[in-house]
């Protein structure tokens, strides 16, 4: 069984940065793919970023390009997510959510098989 822990969430102010953190366990994860994704209030969960376990092959979502970076630790398991230049529109749930598949469909949360509990991100103006 795939188990998700997320942590790093906070209350920060535009223009801070915060990284989150995924430890995953259970599972050996080298042809996973690994994905972000966020959930505001009253929104549907969107895709925010998504690496590849073994090439480390990443993507983001149009909104956080170049102000998000995703990456993975194979000896900690781990997945992380540095958020830079945060913005009061990224104040949302954050989720981490494992793909066993490597979908081609990585950018849909329906590809997903495993999701952490998820963690609190605010920034405040």
């Known amino acids: 069984q795939v188990q998700l822990v997320e942590s790093g969430g906070g209350l920060v102010q535009a223009g801070d940065s915060l990284r989150l953190s995924c430890a995953a366990s259970?599972?050996?994860?080298?042809?996973?793919?690994m994905g972000w994704f966020r959930q505001a209030p009253g929104k549907e969960r969107e895709f925010v970023a998504a690496v590849g376990w073994r090439f480390e092959s990443t993507d983001y979502a149009d909104s956080v390009k170049g102000r998000f970076t995703i990456s993975r630790d194979k000896a900690k398991n781990t997945v992380y997510l540095q958020m830079n230049g945060l913005k009061p529109e990224d104040t949302a749930v954050y989720y981490c959510?494992?793909?066993?598949?490597?979908?081609?469909?990585?950018?849909?949360?329906?590809?997903?098989?495993?999701w952490g509990q998820g963690t609190q991100v605010t920034v405040s103006s």
């Open positions: 259970g599972r050996t994860f080298s042809n996973y793919r």
């Open positions: 959510a494992a793909d066993p598949q490597y979908s081609p469909t990585y950018r849909s949360s329906g590809s997903y098989d495993y």
